[in-house]
């Protein structure tokens, strides 16, 4: 319903600022990842980026919206979002989730993210200069923003870690600092190479403090950052202090009616079929939920169907182990077999019910059927 309610806001704002209400072109990309399958979910990404998706409406941005997005969706959402920036005055990029920095690079992490090696970086996170490149490419003296609430401790990254040995020391804490074009300004919630904090409300500190200071129309940029660094420095108790770099080369408001000689927005009709895609928006929108969820409960199955297999193989080699030992004179060992042998069964019965619900969600998915899933 809360992602419902999400897009009924932000198609409702992109109607009432139709093309010809005003001659700047904004648009937004705004992204929360919490689900995550190989580490504990997140509490406040997925709020913290609806609320930012809302406010971003109110002020006139056309939001692309994405949330708990494995890394397929992920890439279509960055794809979708460049598509749309060739003729667009502001880039805004707002992402909340888990992140982290390997040999000063910044990379965010999908859902569906394992990095259990190195090499995994590449195939399982979005770098954050892939999306700053797709922002500045051919949009010399345009605009573009990027918001970054992700700093938060991350277990994948310390996996990441004990795979890498001596070179674990790449990892940084926290977030590297980015390099930016002429005409971007980029925000952390918290200064580089620091962790930031999820907070114990609905929101974390730094995307609650951005949203006021989003939605406070009549201040520029440059004096939202400053609240917001009080707000958040406030709620964390001094332990977080937001930081941002600008290359900005003049003032940026949120709300276009705020700046300087902007014209005031005309009062425009809504479309008289509004109920109808409200309508259809809601249907996709179900169906895009029911989707991730499916994604998220097929990869949970198929680890610990691997998982299951593992033990059983592991459990099989132990009863060689007993009867090769007892054929040199060891001593009797049945009941050591015996039970090592009621716990195979017990996997046995649980694989033999994930197998065909692992077919099933491939197939609702249209995915190839995967050899763990067969008989």
């Known amino acids: 319903m809360m992602r419902i309610c999400l897009l009924i806001t932000i198609l409702l704002a992109n ?3 139709a093309p010809g209400a005003f001659a700047e072109k904004r648009v937004a990309l705004v992204i929360g990842n919490a689900a995550y399958v190989k580490s504990p979910p997140l509490a406040n990404p997925v709020n913290d980026a609806t609320e930012m998706a809302k406010a971003l409406a109110e002020a006139g941005f056309e939001v692309i919206a994405g949330l ?15 598509r749309t920036l060739g003729d667009a ?19 965010l992490v999908p859902v569906d993210a394992s990095m259990e090696r190195e090499r995994d970086l590449d195939f399982d996170t979005v770098g954050v200069d892939f999306v700053l490149r797709q922002m500045e490419i051919d949009r010399e003296n345009k605009t573009n923003l990027v918001f970054l609430d992700a700093c938060r401790d991350n277990p994948l990254a310390r996996n990441l870690a004990r795979s890498m040995g001596t070179r674990s020391t790449s ?12 005409g971007t300004f980029i925000a952390y919630s918290t200064q580089p190479g620091n962790v930031a904090l999820d907070g114990k409300g609905a929101n974390s ?72 895609r409200l309508e259809d928006l809601e249907r996709e929108l179900q169906r895009k939920a029911d989707q991730t969820g499916k994604v998220v409960e097929l990869a949970q199955a198929k680890e610990r169907l691997r998982q299951l297999t593992e033990q059983n193989q592991e459990d099989q080699r132990r009863i060689f182990d007993v009867q090769r030992d007892r054929g040199r004179g060891g001593a009797d060992s049945s009941q050591e077999i015996g039970r090592i042998q009621v716990r195979m069964v017990r996997r046995s019965q649980e694989m033999s019910k994930l197998r065909p619900r692992i077919a099933e969600l491939e197939a609702e998915l249209g995915l190839p059927s995967s050899a763990a899933a067969a008989k």
Do not use: C
């Not at 926290?174 to 390099?179: D, E, F, H, T």
């Open 205 to 276: 500190p730094f995307t609650e403090a951005l949203v006021k200071g989003v939605r406070a129309g009549e201040r520029n940029l440059t004096s939202v950052m400053v609240e917001v660094r009080k707000d958040v420095l406030a709620a964390t108790g001094g332990r977080q202090v937001p930081w941002d770099h600008s290359s900005l080369t003049g003032d940026f408001f949120f709300h276009r009616a705020a700046a300087p000689g902007a014209l005031a927005r005309p009062d425009l009709p809504v479309a008289s079929d509004v109920q109808k």
């Open 89 to 107: 005055d502001v880039a805004l990029f707002y992402y909340a989730g888990h992140a982290l920095q390997v040999g000063g690079r910044n990379y």
């Open 171 to 182: 990892i940084g804490q926290g977030l590297a600092q980015v390099q930016t074009g002429v």
């Open 15 to 17: 109607m009432l600022l």
């Open 68 to 82: 708990d997005l494995d890394k397929r969706t992920f890439d279509i959402k960055v794809r979708d979002f460049a």
